[in-house]
């Protein structure tokens, strides 16, 4: 198998001379085969430990987000036509209508991504760093479910560009990449990733008088297919139940606190994310196992995640104590549960290269983003959500909260030197 | 009156620093009271008082443990003016047993009441092919060799005192540097110069002599040192060749003469993958290790500090325990807790005005036998370790011997590297090579030039590795094939922490590094550029997810800084 692959590799392996061709050639290589390079100079063993590694137990620690977020799509769609409302109803339905769905973004993002990475390193001449890798699993995850493809991949891009080719490539850039293309959707294309109806998939109005949306595909492949096996498909004309609702719990706290949210959401509900939202980030046990593993594997610092959470409950508990409007009021400890903390915490806040690098850094980092996140979440009244904003404030600001750990360590030295 | 003033305010301004550096604490503490008042205040009509109640209970809780923890301070201050050391320091304090019982690793007990340092950080590479606890003889090593390139700074073509064919004894000069001509190389063997070999640009690159059966020695006359000055001592070591057995740091190169060293550091113990074991190379030669440990000591009015291992269950030679005159401290930890720079840092750390010397066991054999015998004695026990050895043992050798004579009939295979120290820090040689003038150690590790199918996500072997991603983890006493592949392409700097948690030391080697790469000076000293040598980065080195060349950036900042001197 491995001599095969060599010979393979050996013989399509482009001319030099075509530069973009040979990086490609080069990255696939890689891909499939540690390459035979050995130690020059300084240490002549080295650690098993590298960026390709690194990023690809990041992605592997998303991968049950994209399950859940895939399952929940075509769910939360049944669900607001009144179909198949049970969990499980309709299983083979909702996930194909979730594939259907996710699956164009993920290849969206990745082809659109890769490329211009493919085509920097070309024209650079280095090898194509893995950074984008986990940028790319991120994006389909923190977008709404029928965020229109030319938005996404036009959105995937700019900020690649702006961001990190500007800046110098993987491990230059200041803030983070996934982030900074939600926010330039957000601010762009405001209609497409706010308000109560954009968090579920394939309905013309998430709201009463909305009926079902389906595309080609969906009609004329998965419905004859399903037809053969005798089950059942999907019905263009299923409308919107009455009274329906598509609002995040967040939407509906910020109008009428916490018994707004529970007369639509159940905390379990919430909790294991069977809730409309952005795709990845609804279900909390899977975030949590995520993050569990990227802190046991070491991939992720600790320190951010534990600091962030303390940040995020220490202002929810100023908030509690102030109780001055109803979503104030929220218990502190149905925020975890309520909007996008934890997939934050535990994919967003760690980016090792936009956030605060030293250790004592990282304590400040990662509890002011807490802080200022809950901020935003709570006294903004045009967002309902805050940690966006609040990690790309503080990507912005850890240098400096580096600075100030650097100087202390500086003054330190200059005492005992001086003596 | 005034120096009551002044110690007032000194104290004023210890507690304001106390209270910036508890605030975390303060935080996690009223943040758990709130949650309680809060939790209450759901569940009971009287709520509010409950907050309350919390409040203020937070309140004195702070109250207290700020007056517990300012009456500390004031301890710790005293114990500060009343001189003690860093470890006495430690055991100083309100509630002593429980900061040193909770917070530290306590000392084995052959360590008794001597200062004790745990170090947390750091990483033990286990590899396979650890030398044989006995000591084999080296007749099969003829010849040896002195590569005037391994000394740092040395003007490339220095002046040679032999010629090709002459025959040498052991300690007469071969060579000096132009520099420097004042610090003199000795022959380490007796027998004849069979080669002066050049490299480019007429580089003399080594020295080679073929040694006689018995060894010849030139003889010194005998020397007072004890009644001597320190002048005509230092005149003396120069002479007889052994001065460049004494390194300085910063910057780890052959001290100037007139240069005075604040302390002299010696490390007994190498926690380096596959090091010797300096209990098996001083075994019977504790009359010279003291004998040379008395002369150090005149060298420096400072101390002469030996670093003990405490990590082993019984206690460390005690030609090392037992040795006069010296301060010693006990060291636990992983690697590199045995560096002589961690040690340094730990015990006293070097200011700017200050340098510090250090010396290998077996140089303050070197220096001790000269004083003992007048003869310039550079017998080695060298450890040839690797996991492409047939019989990885110690052998009883010579200063430079050749890698070939020394690895005779115990190759398993030829596709190997050899390397002169440890796989981390050392020098890669090839069998013509001799080994290096400071090293005690020879590794053998496979070449690892071949691809390897997915060996990034799943290797089909095991690999030393520091990260939580390898099951490695789980087995914490396996040992690995050491192989030279760099698992992986050169990227840019995107992991963070992971350097700082592999120094023992308050440095944090990533920026200092950065600093190197951008040239700025004030981060490169500031931060602590000068207590640092490519053998301590170099851990940080083999864990580099990046796989940056640490120690050749390190060695940059500090030729950049050595010129500004």
Known sequence: MKKALLKFFQRIEPDKSKRLLHTGYEAFFTFAFVPDHVTKDGVHVRDGMDLKRLMTFVVISMQLCYLLGTYNIGHQHFVALGQYTGLFEGFHLKLSYGLVKLLPMWI???????????????????????????????????????????????????????????????????????????????????????????????????????????????????????????????????????????????????????????????????????????????????????????????????????????????????????????????????????????????????????????????????????????????????????????????????????????????????????? | MESGIRSGKAFIKKVLRMKKSTSPFFLTLSMMLLAQGVFAQGSGSQGSDLLLYGLLAAVVLIFFYLLMQVSDHMLAIEAQRMGLNPDQRKKVGLIPSLTAGLFSKSAPAYVGKAPFIPLKKGFNILLEGAAEKKVATGDQVRTFGLEPGQFLGMSPIPKVLVEEGANVKAGDLLFYDKKRPEIKYAAPVSGEVIEIRRGEKRAITAIVILADKEIQYRTFDAFDWERSSREDLVTYLLEAGVWPHIRQRPYNIVPNPQDIPRDIFISTFDTAPLAPDLDLVVEGRGEHFQKGLDVLSKLTPGKVVLGLNANGKSSPSPVFTNAQGVEKYWFSGKHPAGNPGVQIHNIRPISTKDQVWVLGVQDVLTIGALFASQKYDAARVVAVAGAELNHPQY????????????????????????????????????MSDFLGFYDDQLTIVKEGDDVELFGWLIPQEGRPSVSGTYPNVLFPSRQYQASTNTRGERRAFVMTGQYEDLLPMS????????????????????????????????????????????????????DLMHAEE
């Open chain 1, 108 to 419: 969206v993002a990745h082809v659109v991504g890769l490329g211009i990475e493919f085509y920097f390193s070309a024209k650079r001449g280095h090898g194509v760093e893995e950074g984008y890798l986990v940028t790319g699993a991120l994006i389909p995850l923190i977008m709404p479910p029928d965020l229109p493809l030319w938005i996404l991949s036009f959105q995937s891009s700019l900020p690649l560009l702006s961001a990190k080719k500007a800046f110098g490539g993987t491990g230059m850039n200041v803030v983070n990449i996934a982030l900074l293309a939600r926010v330039f959707v957000f601010f762009a294309y405001p209609a497409d990733i706010s308000g109560d109806e954009v968090w579920v998939a394939g309905l013309t109005k998430a709201a009463e008088g909305g009926v079902a949306d389906y595309g080609w595909f969906t009609l004329h492949v998965l419905n004859p297919l399903f037809d053969t096996f005798g089950w059942t498909g999907f019905n263009p004309a299923a409308a919107v139940v009455d009274g329906y609702t598509g609002a995040t719990p967040l939407a509906l706290a910020a109008k009428g606190g916490w018994d707004a949210v529970t007369q639509v959401y159940t905390p379990s509900q919430m909790f294991w994310g069977i809730i409309p939202g952005s795709v990845g980030e609804t279900g909390k046990p899977f975030i949590i196992l995520g993050a569990l593993m990227l802190i046991a594997t070491g991939v992720a610092s600790w320190r951010i995640m534990v600091s962030m959470a303390m940040g995020m409950v220490f202002m929810g508990l100023v908030f509690n104590a102030w109780g001055f409007n109803p979503l104030m009021e929220v218990p502190w400890y149905y925020h975890f549960s309520m909007g996008s903390f934890l997939f934050a915490m535990a994919f967003m806040a760690t980016d090792p290269v936009t956030a605060a690098s030293t250790n004592r850094g990282k304590w400040i980092y990662g509890f002011f983003i807490g802080v200022v996140g809950m901020l935003v979440r709570v006294m903004n009244p045009a967002y309902p959500e805050g940690w966006m904003l609040a990690i790309l404030f503080l990507n912005v600001f850890a240098p400096l909260i580096d600075y100030f750990v650097l100087q202390g360590n500086i003054k330190k030295r200059l005492k005992y030197v001086q003596q």
């Open chain 2, 507 to 558: 440095i944090y080697p990533q920026h200092v590094l950065k600093a190197v790469i951008t040239g700025d000076y004030e981060g490169m000293e500031g931060l602590g550029l000068k207590e640092l040598v490519e053998e301590d980065v170099a851990l940080c080195e083999f864990a580099c997810t990046s796989k940056q060349p640490l120690q050749k950036i390190l060695r940059e900042g500090l």
């Open chain 2, 395 to 430: 052998v009883r050798t010579y200063l430079g011997a050749s890698i070939a004579d020394l690895v005779k009939d115990n190759l398993k295979h030829e596709h190997v590297r050899a390397i002169s120290g440890d796989i981390l820090s050392g020098s890669k040689l090839g």
